[in-house]
């Protein structure tokens, strides 16, 4: 199994920072893409950002300019930069990756908990 796990979640002003960090442990045979979901109170999940094997991001309109999501493979972490945040921003951030724990199984995907950021002066 493949255990994803976040930190880095708090209380920020707006216009503030945040770096969310998201580890991948346990038994790991391969790890493809890596993202950031979040979802807001009363609203669906939404993707965030994307990032590739290969280091090709993606990122939803509304972050774009402000969130960089980048990873260090040797480590099986993925990043969120998140610069210029807005109260809009407050929700659950949520890790996925996309891979699998033996060479036999096909990939999946995987969950984290999830790590609250909230704006708010």
């Known amino acids: 199994q493949v255990q994803l796990v976040e930190s880095g979640g708090g209380l920020v002003q707006p216009g503030g920072s945040l770096r969310l960090s998201c580890s991948a442990s346990?038994?790991?045979?391969?790890?493809?893409?890596m993202a950031w979901y979040r979802q807001a109170p009363g609203k669906e999940r939404e993707l965030v950002a994307v990032?590739?094997?290969?280091?090709?991001?993606n990122y939803v309109d509304s972050v774009k300019g402000r969130f960089t999501i980048f990873r260090h493979n040797a480590a099986n972490t993925v990043y969120l930069q998140m610069d210029y945040l807005r109260p809009e921003d407050t929700a659950v951030y949520y890790c996925?990756?996309?891979?699998?724990?033996?060479?036999?199984?096909?990939?999946?995907?995987?969950w984290g908990k999830g790590i609250l950021v909230t704006v708010s002066s």
């Open positions: 996925n990756a996309d891979g699998s724990d033996n060479p036999f199984a096909p990939n999946r995907n995987y």
């Open positions: 990032i590739s094997s290969d280091d090709r991001t």
């Open positions: 346990g038994s790991i045979f391969n790890i493809n893409a």
